[in-house]
């Protein structure tokens, strides 16, 4: 007889195989330039974008840190975090989208997001573009990191195979992907990975529901555990020595629980300042096809981010009342999905839930390492070192760079005790603070300058390093999410520098002011399309 984990890893196995096909099949077009290798030549539908973007943002994260976190210390915490981040997702594609897509072919068509601050402001240095690039290798590899950390728990707990060894042969097949198809390989993986993500979240909750008894014993059963369902106040697991949940008769224990108070709550919310400098998410503003596009793009966004969020924190909660002492550390509380789906679920089916998991590090941080390789290729190869390097010779370096993104992604990755949801709060913040403030001064305030730009970015990353190992541990009000203060310290320094300092030219004050002044459909496939001139052109050809 065919044992169960048979067809788990069969399910898993069909789904590794799909994957690395897309990746070889868009592999001849991705490889024919650069702007096809690290932006799919601005021709990606809005269907794509949309759940490409949210697929590649949420990572392992959405299903394994925010369930885990929901099931050890209650609704307050992944509550506001994910209250923060729709509000995010939503303000995102209407401040930023329309607004990024048009100016990055205005500003030299530029492809990447550092290659856009570097010609928004014509450095002709690349000064910009450099430190941008930069930010972005550091914080990349922590990101990288946090997936291969999901990847190594998920077969950990379904198999009980290597941690370390599943974890790098997982990586493998992420890397693999990744460099031979490029970004359209990227984007084509993630909508599959987005709609199987979704998936296995309404599955498995609507499933663990039943598993817990229905929703009314459910809903008694949280209610008796202090503060575990409130919005201002978090529960307390009872801790032994060895810093576990103490379980008497069965029943996890709990404290008296922890006021929720303003300060956390705004520091929750903190988090959907984060998406208006996550480049993972930027670049498929640049890409999409069409600007008029944007607004159904922006739609499917948000409704798939609010009904995942909702589906990740819900599966946390019921797991509690489906398993009350199963997961004694939030670590370990981070597997909570996909023991549920074991338990739940028929094997194949299984396997083909929990490669959700699988999917969302993928997407990821396939994203994650495209988007580095086109920072080190792009910008600072070619945008530094060798200005007239060939797109062979660009492609070569990212390929390069994304070999180091592998290999520091698994040494970060190599410690199984890393809390994901940690690890990602952290270059969340980085990314957020270095790259948010300047992108909405970029596109909204014509003052801002090159020198604006620099101290921006420099001081927002140099806040999420200094307030999250030096204030932060004072606690207190202290104790807020560095994203909040990092942020608002890069906008201050933005506003502060450029306004000390000597405006802009002519030009780049001439581009700002008429960047959006082209009908929604003028800006399509890279090419700038003036409705007037195609008429003419039409006219005279006798059409």
Not at 66 to 77: C, I, R, S, V
Not at 84 to 98: E, H, S
Not at 163 to 190: E, K, N, P, Q
Not at 397 to 421: C, E, H, K, P
Request: include cysteine.
């Amino acid at each position: 007889m065919v044992s169960a984990n048979f067809w788990v890893f069969l399910a898993m196995v069909i789904y590794f195989a799909v994957m690395l096909g897309i990746g070889f099949f868009y592999s001849r077009r991705s490889n024919s330039s650069a702007s096809q290798y690290f932006a799919g030549g601005r021709g990606v539908g809005p269907w794509l974008t949309a759940l490409s973007a949210e697929a590649s943002d949420m990572s392992g994260w959405l299903l394994m840190g925010l369930p885990g976190l929901a099931y050890f210390t209650g609704l307050a915490d992944p509550m506001w975090t994910a209250i923060g981040l729709a509000l995010g997702t939503y303000l995102n594609w209407k401040l930023v989208a329309r607004r990024l897509r048009r100016y990055s072919v205005i500003a030299g068509d530029a492809i990447t997001i550092p290659d856009f601050f570097s010609k928004r402001y014509h450095d002709d240095k690349s000064i910009i573009s450099t430190i941008a690039a930069a930010i972005i290798l550091v914080f990349f590899c922590v990101y990288v990191g946090s997936c291969f950390v999901t990847v190594g728990k998920l077969f950990t707990t379904l198999f009980g195979f290597d941690y370390h060894l599943t974890m790098i042969l997982g990586a493998a097949v992420v890397f693999v992907y990744t460099i031979v198809g490029g970004y359209l390989s990227v984007v084509a993986t993630d909508f599959v990975q987005g709609v199987l993500m979704f998936f296995a979240l309404a599955v498995v909750f609507v499933g663990s529901i039943a598993g817990a008894g229905g929703v009314q014993q459910t809903a008694e059963f949280l209610r008796g555990i202090p503060g575990f369902v409130s919005g201002t106040h978090v529960a307390t697991p009872a801790l032994d020595e060895i810093g576990r949940q103490i379980v008497r008769d069965g029943q996890a224990v709990f404290g008296a629980p922890s006021e929720y108070g303003v300060i956390t709550i705004i520091s929750m919310l903190a988090w959907g300042l984060g998406y208006f400098g996550m480049p993972q998410v930027l670049v498929r503003f640049l890409s999409i096809r069409s600007v008029s596009e944007v607004r159904k793009s922006r739609i499917i966004a948000t409704g798939w981010c609010v009904a995942s969020l909702a589906c990740a924190i819900m599966i946390g909660l019921v797991g509690r009342a489906m398993m009350p002492a199963h997961f004694l550390t939030q670590t370990d509380a981070e597997s909570v999905f996909i023991v549920a789906a074991q338990m739940l679920l028929p094997s194949f089916m299984c396997g083909v839930v929990v490669s959700g998991i699988f999917a969302a590090s993928m997407s990821s941080s396939s994203s994650y390492m495209i988007i580095g390789a086109s920072a080190m290729g792009e910008n600072i190869f070619r945008g530094l070192l060798h200005r007239k390097a060939t797109d062979r010779q660009v492609m070569i370096v990212a390929r390069l760079t994304l070999v180091v993104m592998f290999l520091f992604g698994v040494l970060v990755a190599y410690d199984q005790n890393s809390s994901i949801f940690q690890v990602v709060s952290y270059a969340w913040a980085g990314l957020g603070a270095s790259f948010g403030p300047l992108m909405l001064c970029s596109l909204y305030w014509r003052r801002t300058n090159r020198p604006g730009a620099v101290a921006g970015m420099l001081v927002g990353t140099a806040a999420v390093l200094i307030w999250h190992n030096l204030v932060k541990p004072l606690g207190g009000v202290f104790a807020i999410y560095e994203l909040l203060p990092a942020f608002l310290l890069s906008l201050l320094a933005i506003v502060a520098v450029s306004l000390v300092t000597a405006p802009p030219s002519e030009e780049v004050l001439d581009e700002f002011d008429h960047y959006m002044d082209r009908p929604d459909d003028s800006v399509v496939d890279g090419e700038l399309l003036v409705a007037e001139g195609m008429a003419a052109g039409q006219a005279a050809s006798g059409r």
